[in-house]
Every structure is written in C-alpha cells, then in structure tokens.
C-alpha cells in the first residue's frame, strides 16, 4: 500500500509564493516518476509537473519560468516551489506517484488560494 501526504497549501496573494511538499510511503518502486496535478472548479484535473527518479522534468507552460519541482529519493518526497502566483492557480493540488506496471498513487489534495 502507498500513501501520499501532501502539505503547505494555503492562502496567498497574487505574486506571492507557496512550497507544496508530499511525502510518500509504502512500497514504491525505485525508478518512478512524482508529479503535482491540480484541478479547479469545473475543470479537468490537469498536469502541473513531473519529475522522474533520475531528475528528469517537464511543466505545464502555464507554469514554467514560476513552478519549479524537485525531489529527494531517499526520504521519497516531492516538492513544488511556486513563485509569482497568479488567481488562475487557484485549485486542489494533488501529488502523484506512478511506475510501470503500477496503477498510480494520489495524495488527498491541498488547497492552493490566490487572490487577486
């Protein structure tokens, strides 16, 4: 069984910054790949960025150049450092863990609230 727990969602500002964090644990296959979805009211959950064991990344453009992930295999953790938020930001971030052969791993959410 893997568990995601996500944190650091809250309330800021346009401009402002926010570090989401998401801590994995269970039994997880060592090349995976951990990512940040979000979903806002009335929209599909979307891609916000990935990054693979080996420290490979890809974003969402609308968050490139703001959002930057990282990661640290040996505490199975993912982070997501986001900078000059905007209000379409707004949404429920989700943390995912997936590998081959497995079904896909999500956190609960967290809330993320920009206002303008």
């Known amino acids: 069984q893997v568990q995601l727990v996500e944190s650091g969602g809250g309330l800021v500002q346009a401009g402002g910054s926010l570090r989401l964090s998401c801590a994995a644990s269970?039994?997880?296959?060592?090349?995976?790949?951990m990512g940040w979805y979000r979903q806002a009211p009335g929209k599909q959950r979307e891609l916000v960025a990935r990054i693979t064991s080996g420290g490979s990344t890809n974003y969402a453009d609308s968050v490139k150049g703001r959002f930057t992930i990282s990661r640290d295999n040996a505490k199975n953790t993912v982070h997501l450092q986001m900078n000059s938020l905007k209000s379409e930001d707004t949404a429920v971030y989700y943390c995912?863990?997936?590998?081959?052969?497995?079904?896909?791993?999500w956190g609960q959410g967290t809330q993320v609230t920009v206002s303008s």
């Open positions: 269970g039994t997880i296959f060592s090349r995976n790949v």
């Open positions: 995912n863990v997936d590998w081959v052969g497995a079904r896909g791993y």
